[in-house]
């Protein structure tokens, strides 16, 4: 077992040559939202460009789309018909798959059964690396084979973990640290345990991250780990790199934002923070 420490950063970030261009450092696509959630789609993708990711797509529901797209000048937005994902969207979405480099799927998608059909389908026909979150672990659950074979990380908090898994999880991390990399094994993919120590298992590599605060605990700070781990992997990193780099990267940018808000810290405060995090590579740095 490994500790994630700053040094990673050495491996996500390198020199780059004066004739770099866009798309030399990846294009992301996030599949996400519902007419009942917007912002999830977008905390990932202001995540990962802030991490570094040339380009990011984001596609949503039509209405959903056209919300994303006010936040900010930098988010693309792609509109799909209806109010939810369903299958009649899943030619299109995989039509966008093309020129993209890694995926974002499941923030703000809900749990409705013809989302679930959706999410199935799609990842059973993806080739690029995917990052499976939130509402789509719980498709994911329905259906584990779908991902076999391909380059996945899976981004649960223990009850994320128990609906894919059957297994509940208490705060002993020794016994995280046993259950993890089992059923890593078992799905043949990457998985990032979230919580006050992350634990990250591919099912033969083990770490643990233990960047983070007590004040993360507001709605989105698992969407920018998200989009972190889809810009690592967009970048071209394997799926234990990005996804220890990316729980070093949100935890330290979420420590940043906690001194400086304590209480009321926001999704939208770490993000700011992953700049200052992602240009230091001395640990002293970190101190001021």
């Given at each position: ?78 509109p799909v018909e209806g109010d939810f994902f369903t299958i009649k969207n899943l030619d299109e979405v995989l039509e966008l798959t093309n020129g993209k480099s890694a995926v974002v799927i499941g923030g703000g998608m809900s749990r409705r059964e013809e989302v679930k ?78 919580g006050h120590i992350d634990v990250i298992s591919d099912g033969v590599k083990t770490a643990i991250n233990k960047t983070g605060s007590p004040y993360m605990t507001k709605g989105g700070l698992g969407d920018t780990l998200a989009g972190i781990c889809g810009c690592y ?56």
């Amino acid at each position: 077992m490994q500790v994630v420490g700053k040094s990673i950063l050495k491996q996500v970030y390198k020199k780059r040559q004066p004739w770099s261009k866009k798309y030399d450092f990846g294009h992301l696509l996030v599949i996400g939202g519902s007419k009942l959630y917007s912002g999830s789609p977008a905390f990932n993708a202001l995540a990962a460009l802030r991490a570094g990711v040339d380009l990011v797509t984001i596609v949503a529901p039509e209405k959903t789309a056209y919300v994303i797209r006010s936040f900010k000048p930098d988010l693309i937005a792609f509109p799909v018909e209806g109010d939810f994902f369903t299958i009649k969207n899943l030619d299109e979405v995989l039509e966008l798959t093309n020129g993209k480099s890694a995926v974002v799927i499941g923030g703000g998608m809900s749990r409705r059964e013809e989302v679930k059909d959706f999410v199935l389908e799609f990842l059973r026909r993806v080739e690029l690396p995917v990052v499976i979150d939130a509402d789509a672990i719980h498709a994911l659950a329905k259906e584990k084979d779908v991902i076999k074979g391909k380059k996945v990380i899976i981004t649960p908090h223990s009850y994320e973990f128990f609906v894919l898994s059957g297994i509940s999880l208490d705060l002993d991390l020794k016994k995280r640290l046993e259950l993890v990399p089992n059923v890593a094994r078992e799905l043949q993919a990457t998985i990032l345990l979230k919580g006050h120590i992350d634990v990250i298992s591919d099912g033969v590599k083990t770490a643990i991250n233990k960047t983070g605060s007590p004040y993360m605990t507001k709605g989105g700070l698992g969407d920018t780990l998200a989009g972190i781990c889809g810009c690592y992997l967009a970048r071209g990193l394997d799926t234990f790199t990005a996804a220890c780099a990316a729980a070093f990267v949100n935890g330290k940018a979420g420590e940043l934002a906690a001194k400086k808000y304590g209480e009321s810290l926001l999704a939208s405060d770490l993000i700011e923070e992953i700049p200052k995090v992602v240009k230091r590579r001395n640990f002293l740095d970190f101190l001021i």
